[in-house]
């Protein structure tokens, strides 16, 4: 009796969330400020080629090793390309600064107070076995995700209070906070996974397998640590949708792996990669002089990317004694010489990063005002001076010697002094200032060995180690390391991802994103402000003060950006143009068979 009632009062809630919705209109996508730009008609994307050849493969190099094929959770290294085997909800359009059109999802709608979003799966939807995806199979995935994935999926889905299939093709996600605009977009982020296929297997065990996925491509084959291949599924369910058409052209995705670098460009000379996308400036401006260049068999090309640059830089571990003092980090930040390695290293390629949404309006600049000032003045007393009575971007002296001279009074204030041997030590504990640079990419050595000498001249003792991939993911998983380059990469509208980066309860999570270590409470607030934002106004003020409180924490030593993409491609491959203003998007291009026969018949006669 008690079974049967319950069952009643579900169909009964059930029955009524779906009538509450009934008056909610459908919509094609969604945009996190007014509408889509695109109608519900639209047949696809603008920068895509409808007409576009199917066919061919785009050979490129991934750096390192993997163990992996699924590239969810904390343990293994995954396989580079992964995500082209899985649908989401919806998709993002390059075209536009954040707007989301329906994949899987054939119908959204977003309840008027924005407490819940509603998903209706398309009726053709597969996966690659030919069982549909259901509205139980959402529900296991961000289950499974949040719970047994990566710490990323926790921290983005946070304010997601329950999920659940209406019936088989609708799904409801209920939202704590309905005051973040971004939540209903990026829930359209989310994988589906096949329950049916997960249902005997351990999901936070590494595998090799060929996992199951609905996207337009499937792993064909997997040689662990040396290749993976994918191949597009020729009955792809969703290759007639508008956000499809015309883009997933090429019949074979290929991954070589390679120890480093100078190894992989080696092999794109010889022809047996087709693609760089080249991130050193020197093998920009001199690795490209060999015949296929000359011949114009290789293009080289510079697309512009509106998206911020965000932050790459020498991290300091902060859960490290030695750079728990914002002392010691200023110091380090002063003898950082990014001029003489622009001038030396770089060709003059890159500008110095101010910012950790450099490259885009969210960066502050000058002095607080206005609607940032409102924000951080809560917080006068918590903050240092410098965050409201010094412009951004922080100014340096131009001469080393008088940077060296600022530094060392900072570490003299920090209690270290040079001990008899020149070595600084630390008057109360004794410990000489010593730390080690963790790398993986060999490259990277030329740039980290001036800041070392740098910082050899206060007598600082610094150290360079560069270990394999594998290595290198293990310490970091653990927060193993003193200092190592990293990347906070930003999109044009940050939101629930600056918890990971940033946020105190991420701090001592394995594999999170906060890599520093970071735990402040003002942070924390400014997150949930920035999350919360509910203008574009009221977003760029948020982001700037929490730019700012970053900045003036020192908790990073700013590298340097780019504008735009290197690419270096056997001249085989099109895409149309313009390119996207906001990416490129590599699954709009397809292979052009009369280039393609002419470069493979120039290679065999040489």
């Known amino acids: 009796m008690r079974s049967t009632a319950l069952l009643m009062f579900?169909?009964?809630f059930t029955s009524a969330l779906t009538?509450?919705?009934?008056?909610?209109?459908?919509?094609?996508?969604?945009?996190?400020?007014?509408?889509?730009?695109?109608?519900?008609?639209?047949?696809?994307?603008?920068?895509?080629?409808?007409?576009?050849?199917?066919g061919g493969s785009l050979a490129r190099a991934a750096i390192g090793s993997f163990d992996s094929t699924n590239p969810f959770i904390i343990q293994g290294t995954q396989a580079v390309g992964l995500s082209s085997i899985y649908d989401t909800l919806m998709v993002t359009n390059p075209d536009e600064p954040f707007s989301m059109y329906g994949l899987l999802a054939e119908g959204i709608r977003l309840a008027p107070d924005r407490s819940w979003v509603e998903f209706d799966l398309h009726p053709q939807a597969r996966f690659h076995d030919g069982e549909p995806i259901t509205a139980d199979d959402v529900v296991f995935s961000f289950t499974t995700l949040t719970e047994k994935g990566q710490p990323f999926y926790g921290a983005y889905y946070a304010d997601v209070t329950e999920v659940s299939a209406l019936n088989e093709s609708t799904v409801r996600f209920t939202l704590g906070d309905n005051e973040s605009r971004e939540l209903p977009l990026i829930i359209g982020q989310l994988p589906i996974l096949p329950a049916h296929y997960w249902q005997d297997r351990d999901f936070e065990v590494p595998t090799r397998d060929a996992l199951l996925g609905s996207g337009p491509y499937r792993i064909a084959n997997v040689d662990p640590g040396r290749r993976i291949v994918y191949e597009r599924v020729d009955d792809y369910w969703g290759k007639d949708l508008p956000v499809n058409r015309g883009r997933y052209n090429i019949d074979t995705l290929i991954f070589d792996y390679y120890r480093d670098h100078t190894v992989a460009l080696e092999a794109f000379k010889a022809g047996n990669l087709d693609m760089r996308i080249e991130n050193s400036a020197r093998e920009w401006a001199t690795g490209y002089d060999f015949p296929a260049t000359r011949n114009g068999l290789?293009?080289?090309?510079?697309?512009?990317?509106?998206?911020?640059?965000?932050?790459?830089?020498?991290?300091?571990?902060?859960?490290?004694?030695?750079?728990?003092?914002?002392?010691?980090?200023?110091?380090f930040n002063l003898v950082f010489d990014f001029d003489w390695l622009?001038?030396?290293?770089?060709?003059?390629?890159?500008?110095?990063?101010?910012?950790?949404?450099?490259?885009?309006?969210?960066?502050?600049?000058?002095?607080?005002?206005?609607?940032?000032?409102?924000?951080?003045?809560?917080?006068?007393?918590?903050?240092?001076?410098?965050?409201f009575n010094t412009p951004l971007p922080i100014a340096q002296p131009d001469d080393m010697r008088e940077r060296?001279?600022?530094?060392?009074?900072?570490?003299?204030?920090?209690?270290?002094?040079?001990?008899?041997?020149?070595?600084?030590?630390?008057?109360d504990t004794g410990e000489p200032l010593r730390?080690?640079?963790?790398?993986?990419?060999?490259?990277?050595?030329?740039?980290?060995?001036?800041?070392?000498?740098?910082?050899?001249?206060?007598?600082?003792?610094?150290?360079?180690?560069t270990v394999d991939v594998s290595q290198y993911l293990n310490r970091l998983r653990d927060f193993d390391f003193d200092m190592?380059?990293?990347?906070?990469?930003?999109?044009?509208?940050?939101?629930?991802?600056?918890?990971?980066?940033?946020?105190?309860?991420?701090?001592n999570q394995p594999r999170s994103r906060n890599l520093i270590g970071l735990e402040d409470p003002v942070v924390d607030e400014l997150v949930d402000t920035l999350i919360a934002a509910d203008s574009r106004e009221s977003l760029q003020d948020a982001t700037r003060a929490l730019d700012r409180v970053l900045l003036w924490g020192f908790h990073v030593i700013p590298q340097?950006?780019?504008?735009?993409?290197?690419?270096?491609?056997?001249?085989?491959?099109?895409?149309?143009?313009?390119?996207?203003?906001?990416?490129?998007?590599?699954?709009?291009?397809?292979?052009?068979p009369q280039q393609s026969e002419r470069i493979e018949a120039r290679q065999r006669s040489r």
Request: glycine residues 6%.
């Open 342 to 387: 622009n001038q030396n290293l770089f060709y003059d390629a890159y500008q110095r990063t101010q910012s950790y949404f450099e490259h885009s309006d969210m960066a502050a600049s000058g002095l607080p005002e206005g609607g940032e000032l409102a924000l951080l003045e809560p917080y006068r007393d918590q903050l240092p001076d410098d965050v």
């Open 10 to 12: 579900s169909l009964c």
């Open 484 to 507: 190592i380059v990293g990347s906070f990469r930003q999109s044009n509208n940050p939101g629930n991802e600056q918890r990971e980066f940033w946020a105190s309860e991420y701090a």
């Open 298 to 331: 290789v293009k080289r090309l510079e697309v512009p990317t509106g998206q911020p640059a965000g932050m790459q830089a020498f991290v300091m571990n902060e859960r490290r004694p030695l750079f728990e003092d914002k002392r010691v980090r200023q110091a």
């Open 404 to 427: 060296l001279r600022q530094a060392m009074a900072l570490l003299q204030d920090a209690g270290y002094a040079p001990n008899n041997a020149g070595e600084l030590v630390h008057q």
């Open 19 to 54: 009538s509450a919705s009934e008056d909610v209109p459908v919509r094609h996508g969604l945009s996190l400020y007014g509408e889509p730009a695109l109608a519900e008609d639209f047949t696809h994307f603008p920068y895509a080629n409808p007409d576009a050849p199917l």
């Open 435 to 465: 730390f080690e640079v963790l790398l993986h990419d060999s490259t990277f050595e030329r740039v980290v060995q001036p800041l070392l000498r740098n910082l050899s001249r206060l007598g600082i003792t610094g150290k360079l180690r």
């Open 560 to 592: 340097w950006y780019l504008g735009n993409n290197r690419i270096a491609i056997w001249d085989k491959f099109a895409g149309q143009e313009p390119y996207p203003e906001y990416g490129i998007d590599l699954d709009a291009w397809w292979v052009d």
